[in-house]
């Protein structure tokens, strides 16, 4: 009997691990260095972005696509040219910076203004590390471009898509890179200000600010909305133990 309830035991522990390693919806990835739309949006430095506030790593769609929104209507506002997107000054060599919530093995990354690809780093089917940073090389293109940035997943048919509104050898177009604190009150209600205390879902955090978490202290390196599976030990890339 001891033997079969250790059976028992050993059984259950492989299925819950497996049902834990299972990539869940919102684990995937995007580009936020420099701000993607998606990244803006989660930001809340555009408004009337619709859903992909809660989720700006989620903008997956088959392979092949060529627009801002993976051919998904929830993501639709991203290909909203009407939108003031705020515009990062690059050089003609840029770094771009992917982070991702789920490692998934990696076909390769491509980089397109218009059609023409102008990155492509291969991923070998290997899974990335939490964050990748990749050096594209720009130059024969200036002024304000829009970036594709798409990662290729190597064990599905799906991508996943970032647009980055960059200035080639300029500065900065509409609102600065650096975080602002608004006087007048957010639209947003379910994003609230609030940049210290205990880590909260939800909430907009700015680098530098102090969270708590299960009793350990942390401090953001990188300025992000909050969402559940980024709690700070999960995501060393926006969260320092102190
Ligand atoms: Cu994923």
């Known amino acids: 009997m001891r033997r079969l309830l250790t059976l028992i035991a050993v059984v259950v522990i492989a299925v819950a691990t497996t049902l834990f390693n299972t990539t869940p919806a919102f684990a995937h990835g995007y580009v936020n260095s420099p701000p993607s739309r998606q990244a803006n949006c989660a930001q809340g430095k555009v408004s009337n972005c619709g859903p992909v506030i809660y989720e700006p790593q989620s903008v997956e769609g088959a392979k092949g696509q060529r627009n801002c929104h993976a051919g998904d209507s929830r993501w639709a506002p991203l290909s909203d040219e009407s939108k003031s997107w705020p515009v990062a000054a690059v050089s003609s060599t840029a770094s771009f910076t992917w982070t991702f919530t789920a490692r998934h093995a990696t076909r390769d990354y ?133």
């Open 110 to 242: 491509e980089y397109y203004i218009g059609s023409t690809r102008v990155g492509y780093v291969a991923g070998n089917g290997r899974q990335p590390p939490s964050t990748v940073t990749h050096s594209i090389n720009l130059s024969g293109f200036s002024g304000k471009q829009r970036i594709l940035a798409i990662w290729n997943i190597a064990d599905t048919p799906m991508a996943f898509y970032s647009c980055i509104d960059v200035n080639i050898g300029g500065t900065p177009g509409t609102p600065t890179s650096t975080p602002t604190v608004t006087s007048t009150p957010t639209s947003t209600p379910t994003v609230t200000t609030t940049p210290s205390g205990t880590w909260k879902a939800g909430t907009a955090y700015a680098t530098g600010n102090t969270v708590t978490y299960n009793g350990s202290s942390y401090r953001c390196v990188q300025p992000h909305t909050a969402i559940a599976g980024w709690e700070p030990p999960n995501v060393p890339a926006l969260w320092q133990k102190i």
